[in-house]
């Protein structure tokens, strides 16, 4: 995955570009979430999510929700939880089971050691102080309560990377064009351990490695626009980058059969 400028990590983290571009609705999300479904090895990351909980009974705060992908499968199998969603964006929750709450992670509305665990999945890279909302998060858990985060690796998708600098390039008539913006640049896979272990003391890894392969441009087609909202910080035409990436890739697919991209992912269970 690239490495962003500061002004990319910056907009990473702008709570106005999230709550009213990046996620006003599920749109988006959606598109980047849909391109794991030509992932091999497949993982059901709710039903994950659910192992890491089966000893937990209560208050479930799932912080940064999104479109509610892990609110609705806890509320189907696990509707002994009390399951609260929220989100920066009211209009992101406007589709998630309720009871939710428009909340900032790094101030909740909930007392301390009120939550019995909390979720904090593909989200802690949009906060503006990590460190601060990690605590925040800790704060609401009750002891013997479990935190469960997740986020990509720093190579995740770097055939994406490399096709978005063709891309770019070509548009720019240079050799190689700017880096796409990395959403998880800031609390990648590899800084995550080290970022929460400054406040849990027990924090569990597991890797999730796969490889997507699509014989059609469509799925990377939509994974590159939903970064749309952060199209002024790739320093290239957003919308000619996109087209450009289209059409290498369609002529990747005609020459090798299809395009290939190396994900990796995990998801990390802490304990004070």
Known sequence: MTSNTAQQD?????????ANSAYADGRHLTARQSIYQWQQPQYDLPGIVLGELAGTSGIVLDVGCGNGKF?????????DLRVVGMDI??????????PVLVADAQALPFADDSADAVLALHMLYHV???EATIKELARVLQDGGVLIASTNS??????????????AGDVLGIPEGPA????????????????LGV??????????PGVIEVTDPAPIVAHLASY???????????RETVNRAAEIAAATIESRGSFKITCLGGILSCRP
């Open 180 to 195: 796409r913006v990395s959403l998880s640049s800031r609390f990648s896979l590899e800084k995550a351990a080290s970022c």
């Open 154 to 167: 720093d190579h995740d998708k770097r055939e994406l990377d490399q096709l978005w600098a063709r891309a």
């Open 199 to 208: 406040v849990f003391t027990d924090v569990q890894v597991r890797e999730l």
């Open 10 to 18: 910056a907009a990473v983290a702008d709570r106005s570009i999230l």
């Open 228 to 238: 749309e909202a952060w199209a002024e910080q790739c320093g290239v035409p957003f």
């Open 128 to 130: 503006g102080n990590i």
């Open 89 to 98: 964006s009211a209009g992101i929750l406007a589709g998630v089971e309720k």
């Open 71 to 79: 609110v609705s499968r806890l509320h189907k199998d696990r509707p």
